[in-house]
């Protein structure tokens, strides 16, 4: 017959088991809870990130879109300045930036737009080239001998009165006459206005010239 002490030793056994398999069961419960709320966290975190894809695509789907359309513009807005046979059709886009900026981008258009609004107006943060001096001296001497010129004419005619004051006022405005010619030259070829040393050798070609024909008009009086 089982004694006392096998009971207690079965009794101590068996508490024992319970409590090894509670643990085990504690164990496994906090090891499901902790796998659970990884998973959660790694859903989270995967939802997260294809919402923040789904931004950048529809980002970056709209910045091509606005591209493109801006690009068009300004395209044809080049076009407009320096002729539409030079521009030609738009051109395809080219390598794909790695890593594209949103705002380094539309500055980048924004730049190329003030820059085309400039070579409308004349005027681009350039230099023409170095010849256009001479140029410029050349407009003011053919203004100024242009200019004497038709004051002689004036005076010989006979036909108008005050023929005198009629032909220094045309020499006058011959001279002033130069720098607008030039303005006007160099902002069809060049897109840029005059600088002053383009400005002073025109003009002073301009009196130049009227001084050296001056006997000419003297003559005429």
Do not use: N
Not at 18 to 31: F, G, L, T
Not at 200 to 211: E, K, M, P, T
């Amino acid at each position: 017959m089982p004694t006392d002490a096998d009971y207690t030793t079965a009794v101590a056994a068996y508490l024992k088991e319970r409590a090894d398999a509670e643990a085990e069961i504690r164990a496994a419960v906090a090891a499901y809870r902790s796998e659970s709320a990884r998973l959660a966290a790694s859903v989270e975190a995967a939802r997260t990130a294809r919402d923040a894809a789904e931004r950048a695509a529809a980002d970056a789907a709209a910045l091509v879109a606005e591209t493109d359309t801006r690009v068009a513009v300004l395209w044809r807005a080049l076009g407009d300045v320096v002729g539409h046979r030079r521009t030609g059709p738009t051109p395809s886009a080219g390598e794909p930036d790695p890593g594209p900026d949103a705002e380094r981008v539309r500055a980048r258009l924004e730049r190329s737009g003030r820059l085309l609004e400039l070579a409308r107006q004349g005027e681009l943060p350039i230099d023409a080239p170095r010849h256009t001096e001479l140029t410029a001296a050349a407009i003011g001497l053919c203004g100024g001998a242009l200019a004497v010129y038709l004051a002689l004419r004036l005076l010989w005619s006979g036909a108008f009165p005050f023929a005198e004051a009629l032909a220094a006022l045309t020499m006058f405005l011959g001279i002033a006459a130069g720098p607008i010619a030039l303005g006007m030259w160099l902002s069809w070829q060049y897109r840029v206005r005059p600088r002053p040393g383009q400005t002073i050798a025109c003009v002073g070609a301009a009196v130049f010239a009227v001084c050296a024909l001056a006997g000419l008009f003297m003559q005429g009086l």
